[in-house]
């Protein structure tokens, strides 16, 4: 059974930072892409970061140069540092992983999820 487990949300002002994390059990972590969404009240999930396997890295144009994704292998957790955090970034933000070993940016490629960790940024 895969368990997906996002945390270290939580309340900041505009221009903190934040770093969330994934801990993945039940599939084989090294070998899977990962990735980032996030979704706002009344708003689409949308994509913000993915890893491959190997570590390539795709984000979203509104986060590249603040956010940075990462994954451990050894510790079967992925990263998400987010500096530089504004008001409108405020959103639940959902961990997800792949079959495939390469990342995605596309939500439907997704075949696990987890339960999201709220983030909320003040001005």
């Known amino acids: 059974q895969v368990q997906l487990v996002e945390s270290g949300g939580g309340l900041v002002q505009a221009g903190d930072s934040l770093r969330l994390s994934c801990a993945a059990s039940?599939?084989?972590?090294?070998?899977?892409?990962m990735g980032w969404f996030r979704q706002a009240p009344g708003k689409e999930r949308e994509f913000v970061a993915t890893i491959s396997w190997s570590g390539r890295t795709v984000y979203a144009d509104s986060v590249k140069d603040r956010f940075t994704i990462s994954r451990d292998n050894t510790k079967n957790t992925m990263y998400l540092q987010m500096n530089s955090l504004k008001p409108e970034e405020t959103a639940v933000y959902y961990c997800?992983?792949?079959?495939?070993?390469?990342?995605?940016?596309?939500?439907?490629?997704?075949?696990?999820w987890g339960q999201g960790t709220q983030v909320t940024v003040s001005s």
């Open positions: 997800a992983a792949r079959t495939s070993p390469f990342g995605s940016s596309v939500y439907s490629e997704y075949a696990y």
């Open positions: 039940g599939l084989t972590f090294s070998r899977v892409g």
